[in-house]
């Protein structure tokens, strides 16, 4: 079954400093996979998304992530922080059990928060 | 903005009463998405739709129905609400022209007590 790993339930990084948040997914064929963003008190926010090509996808805010066949992987960077990015990160791969029937499956979150 | 909406924003219930929560749409999208958000586990898929009347069990089903009479509404209805539902649901949207891409709503907080 198609399984999202987040291995890092809370990071906290200082402002400024890069970042990188773990994805590790578990599926057959090419993927479709996505991070997501949630702020406090809101909903899911879409920050980028891989389906196929460039392996280095580039998202809203800054961030990017790079997509790693041979460690299915999917990993969120940042080269420098703010501190309006704390927030909690969702990793998510794209699973369809029966034609037409598409569907997420999400890790279980990383919680980022910013050091001043 | 998806233009997604979800209703009530809160609510707090009691253990055995019925609650439905409520999701609109105004961009007549086809397909749609209940999630609940619980601490350690992200998103679970409660149930989803693909059309009018058209619904199906996502991963965490049980205590939970659907019902979809307009393309606009989706509503999730906990027929005898337990402590256990006590969370976050989130409504979905997905485009018709975009591959597993979803849009979220604001989110409804249930405390069940």
């Known amino acids: 079954a198609q399984s999202v790993t987040q291995p890092d339930i809370h990071i906290t990084v200082s402002e400024g400093a890069s970042l990188e948040l773990r994805c590790n997914y578990s599926y057959g064929a090419t993927p479709y996979l996505f991070w997501y963003v949630q702020s406090p008190g809101q909903g899911l926010q879409l920050l980028l998304k891989y389906f196929s090509g460039d392996t280095l996808v580039q998202g809203i805010k800054g961030f990017e992530a790079e997509f790693k066949r041979s460690q299915s992987s999917f990993n969120l960077r940042k080269p420098s922080v703010h501190w309006s990015d704390a927030a909690e990160y969702f990793c998510a791969v794209g699973h369809s059990p029966i034609q037409g029937a598409q569907k997420l499956v999400f890790g279980q979150g990383t919680r980022l928060t910013i050091n001043p | 903005d998806a233009g997604i909406t979800q209703s009530p924003r809160h609510k707090v219930t009691e253990t055995g009463t019925p609650v439905t929560l409520r999701c609109h749409q105004t961009?007549?999208?086809?397909?749609m998405y209940w999630y609940r958000q619980d601490p350690g586990h992200g998103l679970r898929l409660i149930h989803y739709?693909?059309?009018?009347?058209?619904?199906d069990k996502g991963e965490v089903s049980d205590g939970y129905s659907v019902s979809r009479s307009k393309t606009e509404d989706f509503l999730l209805t906990l027929e005898s609400a337990t402590s256990s539902q006590t969370s976050v649901y989130f409504c979905a949207i997905r485009p018709r022209d975009l591959t597993y891409e979803q849009y979220f709503g604001p989110g409804t907080r249930l405390t069940v007590t």
């Open positions: 961009e007549n999208h086809r397909y």
């Open positions: 739709s693909y059309g009018v009347k058209d619904t």
